[in-house]
């Protein structure tokens, strides 16, 4: 067994997709999100994964529980070497700038950026504890949204960039540790989240938006994700991997 990898919205889309790939890899598997353990859809992927995952539900906005969730986890799983932050809500309405509402701009900071924050920093404390052993990784999922503006998703944009520069700080603080610390910034990926603007990123995308010619796959981010748990990628900690078929390269 390769490890035991933590991850958040694990059930659904880009998280699952990375599921699915570290299984494969030989990790065993928490996946952290808030549907209830009944739910169909948390059960098919239960079945699918099977008994190399453990489903545990979870508000991470919560912090007082943290600790507590991390102590279940390991007491089922054993300790994480792996975790990859990538819980996450769109904009709840897009629209103009100039009239996002506080309440909505509170919600994504809160889900996207502070609760990333401290289930990372909770994480790395008990890595740190147990000194050497088997490769440690973080993982932050975030977006070509750090750096690619869409003004009409300004609160989605912002804790995107909050959260590259959170990857950048973990990077630094625990390299000493031997943990290595990366960045995947996903660009269109085909999942629940996408779909409902799939029409308008169809014809984008056919008008050549994507280098590559095609919409990314939650499997494309999951591919990404295996050399970096597996600690093939150790000594390029800090790095920024884009999974995007060439969307955020700059062209004339």
Known sequence: ???????????????????????GAGFKVALVS???????????????????ARYFQQDLRDLGRIDDLLTAIETDLGPITTLVANAGIASPLRGDLLEVAPENFDLVIEVNLRAGFFLAQAVARRMAVRGEGPYRSISFVTSVSAEMLSVERAEYCISKAGASMMARLFAVRLAPLGIGVFELRPGIIETGMTAGVR????????????PAGRWGQPADVGAAMVPIATGQMAFATGSVIAVDGGLSLHRL
């Open 34 to 52: 808030l549907p209830d353990p009944s739910d169909a859809g948390v059960q098919a992927v239960m079945a699918e994964l099977g008994g190399k």
């Open 199 to 210: 029409d308008k990123y169809d014809g984008l995308i056919a008008g050549g938006l994507v």
């Open 1 to 23: 067994m390769k490890g035991v990898a933590l991850i958040t919205g694990g059930q659904s889309g880009i998280g699952l997709g990375i599921a699915r790939a570290l299984v």
